[in-house]
């Protein structure tokens, strides 16, 4: 493992040393990154989960936590992590679907 690094290093040195020197066009990325999201209260939560006609059990499912979690979002008692945020966040743009479907 340590020849791997240390060739890994070398090449990227050599990388450099080549642009410096006009020899090479290095690739450059361009990332987006999401604005961080937005805090949910408790009501805001309850209303996300009743918009899409999710019980606390199917919601618990959709976010991956527990029911006891749900409950206590939606009561104020807990707040959901930043993750969990993200999750909400997802669901209430409707960019997760329901999963509503006519049989």
Not at 8 to 35: C, F, H, N, S, W
Request: aromatic fraction near 8%; avoid cysteine.
């Amino acid at each position: 493992m340590g020849s791997k690094l240390y060739e890994g290093l070398k090449a990227g040195l050599e990388d450099i040393i080549a642009y410096k020197q006009g020899k090479i066009t290095l690739r450059a990325y361009r990332y987006e990154v999401p604005e961080p999201p937005a805090a949910y209260s408790a009501k805001k939560i309850k209303k996300i989960r009743e918009k899409n006609k999710y019980s606390q059990g199917m919601f618990a499912r959709v976010i991956n936590v527990s029911v006891r979690t749900i409950q206590s979002w939606e009561s104020g008692q807990r707040v959901p992590s930043h993750a969990a945020l993200r999750l909400l966040e997802i669901v209430d743009k409707g960019i997760y679907p329901t999963g509503l479907s006519k049989k």
